[in-house]
């Protein structure tokens, strides 16, 4: 079912009303009669729970960019303290800068890049594919909202940095038959080819690679790895994971257009579409994130999505300002 007349319909007092339950619900007051309550008014139609959903959500994302303006480094503004009154004094001036900075390094939901990423060379928005040439023998392959930082030739190797988001790189033999390896690193790991076609990606913590030909060495924190075709890795600060085998079928059918998904958690399905549009698909019922998806959509026809994942789940649709969707 993908839509409901009171659903379409809650009204704006009933939207009110549901933001003073979750206020409320969220004061550290809250003893059983009011969750009793909050159940009974939120269960009267499909219209209030409309409402608390679209408050609920509107809460979390609230949440989540005020965890993301704390000060990353509360011992920076104590010492700055010590310094003294005038120090002191600019304080709060010091926090409001923190705060703001630690937006710009973590963006709450993604919904915009961060500032690392405006000072990438190279980079793709909200949608957009592309692909570069560093050589004859050297393709770059970028993905939606991909960030790269182009490097010289340099000890005999060409160097690329992925600051976020995904690439193919394709390396090959040059006109004149000769071969310079490429070396692209992105946060704690460097991947690196000199006859290979390999997909890498990078959200800023956590990394992988997949090797569709050739083979290519990979070092992360001390550790390296070789990947021959039809393998993948994964790998973070902590270290590289276990090699496993992969046909890069899901992984690299962005290249023709599509988003492929076999067994995939939708919870996971779902962040994946949202790196392609504007707003956000929330999805309000975490049960329901763990069902599998299989399912195949094309970039060019994402409108889709949504109703497909309604239709599939049977979920009900609320779409908010902004390319923001409820799935509940």
């Given at each position: 079912m993908t839509s409901d007349p009171d659903l379409l319909t809650a009204s704006s007092e009933l939207r009110a009303e549901a933001r003073r339950w979750l206020v409320h619900l969220h004061s550290g007051e809250v003893v059983q009669a009011d969750l009793d309550a909050a159940r009974r008014w939120r269960e009267q139609s499909a219209a209030h729970r409309a409402a608390f959903a679209e408050a609920n959500a509107q809460w979390q994302a609230l949440r989540a960019m005020r965890r993301s303006a704390q000060i990353a480094d509360v011992d920076t503004v104590a010492a700055r303290h010590r310094l003294g009154r005038r120090a002191l004094l600019g304080g709060a001036a010091a926090a409001a800068a923190g705060a703001a900075i630690y937006v710009g390094i973590r963006p709450p939901l993604g919904l915009w890049p961060s500032f690392s990423e405006f000072t990438a060379d190279v980079r793709t928005g909200v949608g957009e594919r592309r692909r570069i040439a560093l050589s004859d023998d050297v393709t770059i392959d970028l993905n939606t909202r991909t960030s790269l930082v182009m490097d010289h030739a340099r000890n005999e190797q060409r160097r690329i940095e992925l600051l976020a988001g995904q690439?193919?790189?394709?390396?090959?033999?040059?006109?004149?038959?000769?071969?310079?390896?490429?070396?692209?690193?992105?946060?704690?790991?460097?991947?690196?080819?000199?006859?290979?076609?390999?997909?890498?990606?990078?959200?800023?913590?956590?990394?992988?690679?997949?090797?569709?030909?050739?083979?290519?060495?990979?070092?992360?924190?001390?550790?390296?790895?070789?990947?021959?075709?039809?393998?993948?890795?994964?790998?973070?600060?902590?270290?590289?994971?276990?090699?496993?085998?992969?046909?890069?079928?899901?992984?690299?059918?962005?290249r023709d257009g599509r988003l492929l998904f076999e067994n995939a958690p939708l919870s996971e399905a779902i962040e994946e579409i949202n790196r392609y549009r504007r707003g956000r698909i929330i999805l309000m019922s975490g049960d329901v994130g763990q069902l599998p998806l299989n399912a195949a959509f094309r970039l060019d026809r994402l409108d889709e999505v949504v109703p497909k994942l309604a239709s599939l789940f049977g979920l009900q649709v609320r779409r908010l300002p902004g390319g923001f969707v409820l799935l509940g």
């Open positions: 690439i193919a790189a394709t390396v090959g033999v040059n006109r004149d038959g000769a071969s310079m390896p490429l070396a692209v690193s992105a946060g704690p790991a460097v991947a690196r080819a000199t006859h290979a076609v390999f997909d890498l990606s990078f959200d800023g913590e956590a990394g992988h690679v997949t090797c569709l030909e050739g083979s290519l060495t990979l070092q992360c924190n001390g550790e390296s790895t070789t990947l021959r075709g039809r393998e993948q890795i994964a790998y973070t600060a902590k270290g590289l994971g276990v090699a496993a085998a992969n046909d890069g079928r899901v992984t690299s059918a962005w």
